[in-house]
């Protein structure tokens, strides 16, 4: 039987709304529930997917499980912790999101040795994880070079061999291919089927159809807060014959939002 990573249960969050925030969202509430009501789990040796469109709460769902924001209700437990144990939890996790900013002048051997003095790991598993990783996304070519001067695919898979320089079991990626270009989207992608096949637990958010139907073996469907579909994509697939991911999102997509005028 599978042995769960990460269970989510009836988790809400909820956040106050100031009067530019208001018109931007085009309403009148002071708040906006971001995350309603979500449950869901996640195994050891899979890729599990948030799949929805933006705002639907895929990333405040993610930050909630890796700590940086509080649910207001609801319980959350990475890898048998209780999430109120915060500093526990970050050594077992990584979260990359798409907004992590990496300094300009600082180069990748730096910031590696940098982050993983942080993490407590020795010279010598530093310097091997380093060596590993470096290779794996030909980040040694320019190991020495500055930030600045680095090209977008470069800097986000420098950002994955940050984030996992302490080896962590359970590893949250926030659109791990957003904005990417094709061979760098595809090195990502290879990289984090390999680590499912280690053993690892992936969860990844995204609004991409086709990556959820190519790596995930599991996928939650979120929209407007609420998780209205979460199973295996192979079953969920054999549940719509002849259709396929994008073709059943946006029929739930419809359904939900159909409900309001009801």
């Known amino acids: 039987m599978a042995t769960e990573s990460l269970i989510v249960k009836n988790v809400t969050k909820t ?16 708040k906006l529930t971001a995350v309603d009501d979500v449950s ?12 929805g469109p933006n705002g639907a709460g895929k990333t405040t769902t993610l930050r909630c499980i890796a700590t940086l924001i509080k649910p207001d209700k609801g319980e959350i437990i990475v890898d048998g912790i209780d999430i109120k144990n915060d500093v526990e939890v970050k050594r077992r996790i ?7 900013k990496l300094e ?44 600045g001067a680095l090209s977008s695919g470069m800097k986000q898979k420098i950002s994955i061999a ?6 962590p ?11 990417l ?13 390999e680590l499912k096949n280690a053993g690892k637990t ?33 079953s969920i697939l054999s549940s719509y014959p002849g259709a396929d991911i994008e073709e059943i999102f946006f029929d739930l997509y419809s359904e939900v939002y159909s409900e309001e005028y009801i």
């Open 15 to 30: 956040f106050i709304l100031s009067r530019k925030q208001m018109k931007i969202n085009q309403t009148t509430e002071k």
């Open 104 to 147: 300009d002048q600082f180069t990748p051997n730096y910031l590696y040795d940098y982050f993983s003095r942080l993490h407590d790991i020795d010279e010598k598993t530093c310097a091997a994880r380093k060596k590993e990783l470096f290779a794996k996304f030909g980040i040694d070519k320019f190991a020495e070079v500055k930030i």
């Open 94 to 100: 990584a979260f990359l999101t798409n907004e992590l």
């Open 202 to 234: 992936i969860i990844i958010s995204t609004h991409i159809m086709n990556l959820v139907e190519k790596i995930c073996d599991r996928v939650g469907i979120i929209i407007k807060g609420r998780l209205v579909l979460c199973d295996k994509v192979s």
């Open 40 to 51: 869901f789990s996640t195994y050891r040796g899979e890729i599990f997917g948030l799949l």
């Open 162 to 167: 940050i984030s996992l320089v302490h080896n």
């Open 169 to 179: 079991d359970i590893i949250i990626f926030d659109e791990p291919t957003n904005g």
């Open 181 to 193: 270009d094709v061979l760098t989207a595809k090195a990502v992608t290879d990289y984090l089927v």
